[in-house]
């Protein structure tokens, strides 16, 4: 950061420049009842239309908005964190290529896991 002999006037280096004028870019002002425009640069990156849900969380003093995918009730199992988890070992076991199959029929299904035994 530089001075000049004017005490009001500092030269500040391009990469800060470059920064705040990135953040001033997705600036936005927060209007009457509290909403707010999301920048089209912005919802470029992140698939919201309208109508879309978001989640708003406030962390360490920031505003967090993010999309909320809405699940049927039926379906929410799917993905709680245990069936994540499995679902996760079980990509794992596939990739390294610990797995049996296809089966032709259920029947050569239920012999493979009674071989197993």
Known sequence: MCYSRDSSIVALPAFFLEERAARLATSVKVR??????????????????????????AESGRIIIRPVVEVPREQAWYWTEKWQTKEREADEDIAAGRFRGPFRSGKALIRSLKRRR
Not at 38 to 53: F, H, M, S, T, Y
């Open 32 to 57: 009457t009842k509290h909403s707010v425009t999301i920048p089209a640069e912005v919802r470029k990156q992140v698939p919201l239309q309208v109508g879309d849900r978001v989640e708003v969380t």
